[in-house]
C-alpha cells in the first residue's frame, strides 16, 4: 500500500480526496464523473513523468556519446603525434648514419690512397738482397687484407646502423600506440 501511495504524485492528492469526499457524500453520477477526471489526471501524470525520464535518459545517452566521440578523437590525435615524431626521430637518425658512413668512407678513401702510395713505394724497392720480390708481394698481401677487412667492417657497420634505427622506430612506434611517452 505504502508503495502505491508513493506512485501518486502530490499534486494529485486534492483530486483524490474530492473523490473520496463525493462517496462519502454519495454523489453517484458526480462520484463517476469525479473519479473518472482523477483517474485521467493520475495517467496523465504518469505518462508525462515517464516521457521525461525518457527524455533525461536520451540527453545521457547523447552526453556519453559524445564525450565517447572526444575522446577518441584525442586519442587517434595523440597516435598520429606520437607517429609524426617517430617519422621524424626516423629520419634525423637515418641522416646521422648516413652522415657517419660518408665520413668514414672519406677516411677509408684516405687510407686507400696511403696504401697505394705505400705499394709505390715498395715496388720501388726490392726489399731482398737477391733482388726477389718477396718484399714486395708481402706487403701487397697486407695492403689487400687491410682493404678487405675496412671494405667488410663498412658493410657491417652499414647494417647494424639499418638495424639500429629500425628497430628505434619499432620501439617508438610501440611506445606511441601504447601511450608511453616515446
Do not use: F
Not at 536520451?58 to 575522446?71: F, L, N, Y
Amino acid at each position: 500500500m505504502a508503495a502505491l501511495l508513493k506512485l501518486v504524485p502530490s499534486w494529485a492528492w486534492p483530486w483524490i480526496a474530492g473523490v473520496v469526499l463525493a462517496l462519502a457524500v454519495g454523489g453517484g453520477q458526480q462520484l463517476r464523473v469525479l473519479a473518472a477526471q482523477s483517474a485521467t489526471v493520475v495517467a496523465h501524470a504518469a505518462k508525462s513523468k515517464a516521457q521525461a525520464d525518457l527524455a533525461n535518459y536520451r540527453t545521457e545517452v547523447a552526453e556519453r556519446d559524445r564525450r565517447s566521440a572526444i575522446a577518441s578523437q584525442a586519442e587517434t590525435q595523440r597516435r598520429l603525434a606520437a607517429d609524426e615524431q617517430n617519422r621524424k626521430k626516423n629520419h634525423e637518425e637515418l641522416e646521422r648514419a648516413q652522415a657517419d658512413a660518408a665520413a668514414a668512407d672519406r677516411v677509408a678513401g684516405g687510407l686507400r690512397a696511403e696504401l697505394n702510395r705505400i705499394r709505390g713505394l715498395i715496388a720501388s724497392y726490392s726489399g731482398t738482397p737477391d733482388g726477389s720480390q718477396a718484399g714486395r708481394s708481402t706487403a701487397d698481401l697486407l695492403a689487400d687484407l687491410l682493404e678487405e677487412v675496412e671494405r667488410e667492417g663498412r658493410a657491417m657497420a652499414a647494417e647494424a646502423d639499418r638495424r639500429g634505427v629500425a628497430g628505434a622506430m619499432c620501439e617508438r612506434a610501440y611506445e606511441g600506440v601504447r601511450g608511453g611517452s616515446g
